[in-house]
């Protein structure tokens, strides 16, 4: 409909998956940035010459190739960024930095989205708030609806004690009628997937396995007579027998 370049970015080990969806539903071709650094470089020339619709990056290198990712940006344009799993973004109040002392990854993906620009911007995850309220203030902010600045929207969506720890949450309603704006909820029940086939398979343990496990049990049975042991005392104790199904390798020769 008009919109010949689009940036997608996504994690790492869903470029390969992503780029299969792409051409499954909408035909289309698409190059993914991987590989040593020259190889990176080349494939986004590569895409600059040619009518190729989707430059696929993981959110790690989108990071490390932020000026080239801009200079592609003043020079040809992308109509449209998809961020999947934009969770990656959440941790705007990280003073945390990256070793070559660029600022924290959510930072540089934003700062790079509101260079771009694009006409579309669409951001998708699960869980968009897997935390606090924080969380949202880069999604929010990317999708134009929050100005304020990071301790501004902190401060007033959350409860902060005095070391500045997100302890609470505030005006929630607010916070929902913002999100109404801007989010499009997809249920369970409106996409009518099929409920899951669960398969029940026995497996016997070998003839060692069984030796092996009955000697845990009784060992063990021996071992919590007369005691109190509890928690995860208890629950390390089990685990040797569920080592001992996996593979008799697991647990100790004694």
Same mark, same amino acid.
């Given at each position: 409909?008009?919109?010949?370049?689009?940036?997608?970015?996504?994690?790492?080990?869903?470029?390969?998956?992503?780029?299969?969806?792409?051409?499954?539903?909408?035909?289309?071709?698409?190059?993914?940035?991987?590989?040593?650094?020259?190889?990176?470089?080349?494939?986004?020339?590569?895409?600059?010459?040619?009518?190729?619709?989707?430059?696929?990056?993981?959110?790690?290198?989108?990071?490390?190739?932020?000026?080239?990712?801009?200079?592609?940006?003043?020079?040809?344009?992308?109509?449209?960024?998809?961020?999947?799993?934009?969770?990656?973004?959440?941790?705007?109040?990280?003073?945390?930095?990256?070793?070559?002392?660029?600022?924290?990854? !959510?930072?540089?993906?934003?700062? =790079?989205? #509101?260079?771009?620009?694009?006409? /579309?911007?669409?951001?998708?995850? &699960? @869980?968009?708030?897997?935390?606090?309220?924080?969380?949202?203030?880069?999604?929010?902010?990317?999708?134009?609806?929050?100005?304020?600045?990071?301790?501004?929207?902190?401060?007033?969506?959350?409860?902060?004690?005095?070391?500045?720890?997100?302890?609470?949450?505030?005006?929630?309603?607010?916070?929902?009628?913002?999100?109404?704006?801007?989010?499009?909820?997809?249920?369970?029940?409106?996409?009518?997937?099929?409920?899951?086939?669960?398969?029940?398979?026995?497996?016997?343990? !070998?003839?060692?396995?069984?030796? =092996?496990? #009955?000697?845990?049990?009784?060992? /063990?049975?021996?071992?919590?007579? &007369? @005691?109190?042991?509890?928690?995860?005392?208890?629950?390390?104790?089990?685990?040797?027998?569920?080592?001992?199904?996996?593979?008799?390798?697991?647990?100790?020769?004694?």
């Amino acid at each position: 409909k008009g919109y010949e370049k689009a940036l997608f970015i996504c994690k790492s080990k869903h470029k390969e998956n992503m780029g299969k969806e792409i051409r499954t539903h909408t035909n289309s071709d698409y190059l993914i940035v991987d590989g040593p650094e020259n190889k990176r470089l080349d494939i986004m020339r590569k895409y600059f010459r040619e009518d190729i619709p989707y430059l696929l990056i993981s959110y790690e290198m989108a990071a490390h190739h932020e000026k080239h990712l801009k200079s592609l940006a003043r020079t040809m344009g992308f109509d449209a960024v998809i961020l999947d799993e934009f969770t990656k973004i959440k941790n705007w109040g990280s003073y945390r930095r990256r070793k070559d002392n660029k600022p924290h990854i !959510t930072i540089q993906i934003t700062n =790079l989205i #509101e260079m771009i620009n694009p006409q /579309i911007l669409i951001l998708g995850s &699960g @869980t968009p708030m897997t935390k606090d309220p924080t969380d949202l203030y880069a999604p929010l902010r990317l999708v134009g609806a929050e100005k304020r600045n990071y301790y501004h929207f902190r401060n007033h969506f959350c409860l902060v004690d005095s070391w500045g720890r997100v302890v609470g949450t505030k005006n929630r309603e607010e916070l929902i009628s913002i999100l109404s704006e801007v989010m499009i909820r997809r249920p369970k029940e409106l996409l009518k997937l099929e409920e899951p086939r669960i398969t029940y398979m026995p497996v016997k343990m !070998t003839p060692e396995q069984a030796r =092996l496990y #009955e000697a845990a049990k009784k060992g /063990i049975k021996e071992q919590l007579k &007369g @005691t109190k042991i509890k928690g995860a005392s208890r629950l390390a104790l089990i685990t040797r027998l569920r080592q001992i199904t996996t593979d008799p390798f697991l647990v100790d020769s004694d």
